[in-house]
């Protein structure tokens, strides 16, 4: 009995033994393929970095500004008997606007241009007077000084009158009326807004360390998110003489010719101020700068031999980046003309990653200098 027990303990023990062989056997073959296993490769977008000639600016915040722009008000108040303009339309120089009630003025210039009928009646006669030596030179000069005084007073009523009829100061586009017929205007109450849209300022600030590049002429380009991929071009057209106190900056006009009018007064833009000289630098594209908090990277490709077998391998470099043009950003230190660099595909990237190139995927926007997106 003992030695049946003895033989079937044997044998247990002999079938786990054989059984723990294999999984070792098992652990160690999948341990060898594990360590044997290559990724494939990954796919990834790539662009050259290349030398290009940048136009130096120098970049702002502005807004629009009428070169002559008014609310359109009356000097004396009155009631409106007329109004003689449309909501928006173009107007000239000296265009009626509103009419105020002259009535009563118009009644008083007549008594006083007769006044004054009768004060030139009065000299003619003292004229003749005096040459006969019939009256004195003092009555003829209080005659004569009576015909001027009467003038006078018609000429300020007339004045009066005219000032009832509101007119256009300058050429320009009327806004929205604000006025209604036999409304009682007051002095300064506003009639319309008149604004001259050709040509118009934008003014803007730039930090005092940049004044010394600065000169009247020089190119400015403006865009604004009303009109997606456009661009403006005007000129510098005045800088202040002071700095600003509190800022240090100083205060810099641009005039546009405005042609078609589409700047309009108050509206907001992105200034570039283009400077003379332009600068080489390497440009890449934004989309192969990883943004970190301890450096911008990207990612070079370059050949690596193994086994007598060439692959491409991703290798991290550190870079320090300079300005933003369009979709590009320069470089100006970590990187070389002719390094190919990943521009999509770069966070499933680690340093010594295998990888391999593909750039024509038909839904990839190709960067450019002056981009236009369609849905900006």
Do not use: C
């Given at each position: 009995?003992?030695k049946?027990?003895?033989?079937g ?5 002999a079938?786990?033994g054989a ?14 393929s594990?360590?044997a296993f ?22 702002a915040i502005?807004s629009v ?6 609310i359109?008000?009356?000097e ?12 928006g ?6 265009d009626l606007i509103?009419?105020l009630?002259?009535?009563s ?8 241009e007769a006044?004054?009928?009768l004060?030139k ?10 040459a ?9 000069d ?7 005084q ?6 300020a ?16 586009r ?8 036999g ?19 934008v ?6 360390q ?7 002429g020089l190119?400015?380009q403006?865009?604004?998110?009303s009109?997606?991929?456009t661009n403006f ?20 006009r641009?005039?546009?010719a ?7 007064p108050?509206m ?12 080489p ?8 700068v990883?943004?970190?908090?301890y450096g ?6 370059e050949?690596?031999?193994a086994?007598?077998?060439t ?8 870079i ?10 320069s470089v100006?230190?970590g ?5 190919r660099?990943?521009?999509a ?16 995927a038909?839904d ?13």
């Amino acid at each position: 009995m003992k030695k049946k027990l003895i033989i079937g303990l044997v044998v247990v023990v002999a079938v786990a033994g054989a059984l723990g062989l294999v999984k070792v056997l098992q652990i160690r073959a999948l341990i060898a393929s594990g360590a044997a296993f290559v990724p494939p490769p990954e796919t990834v977008a790539t662009a050259t970095a290349h030398e290009e000639q940048w136009q130096d600016t120098l970049t702002a915040i502005g807004s629009v500004n009428a070169a002559q722009g008014v609310i359109v008000s009356p000097e004396i108040a009155g009631t409106v008997t007329g109004i003689a303009f449309e909501s928006g339309a173009t107007v000239n120089q000296g265009d009626l606007i509103v009419k105020l009630d002259a009535s009563s003025e118009e009644a008083q210039v007549r008594a006083a241009e007769a006044q004054v009928q009768l004060a030139k009646l009065n000299l003619d006669r003292t004229q003749k007077l005096r040459a006969d030596n019939t009256v004195s030179q003092a009555e003829l000069d209080q005659a004569d000084a009576t015909l001027k005084q009467n003038q006078a007073n018609a000429d300020a009523i007339r004045a009066t009158i005219e000032k009832k009829n509101v007119r256009a100061p300058f050429a320009g586009r009327l806004g929205i009326r604000l006025v209604n017929l036999g409304e009682q205007l007051d002095v300064g109450k506003g009639i319309v807004s008149l604004q001259a849209l050709t040509p118009v300022f934008v003014d803007f600030s730039l930090p005092q360390q940049e004044l010394s590049q600065l000169q009247t002429g020089l190119v400015v380009q403006v865009t604004s998110d009303s009109y997606p991929g456009t661009n403006f071009t005007g000129e510098l057209a005045a800088i202040n003489p002071d700095l600003n106190a509190t800022t240090r900056s100083v205060q810099l006009r641009a005039k546009f010719a405005n042609a078609d009018q589409l700047l309009r007064p108050g509206m907001f833009v992105r200034v570039s101020v283009v400077l003379p000289q332009a600068q080489p630098v390497l440009a890449v594209p934004a989309t192969a700068v990883m943004r970190a908090p301890y450096g911008d990277a990207v990612y070079v490709i370059e050949p690596q031999v193994a086994n007598g077998v060439t692959k491409l391998v991703a290798q991290q470099k550190f870079i320090r980046t300079g300005r933003a043009h369009g979709d590009f950003v320069s470089v100006e230190s970590g990187l070389k003309a002719g390094d190919r660099v990943v521009t999509a595909g770069i966070f499933k990237l680690h340093n010594g990653s295998s990888v391999q190139e593909n750039n024509t995927a038909a839904d990839s926007p190709k960067p450019s200098l002056s981009p236009a997106p369609p849905n900006s």
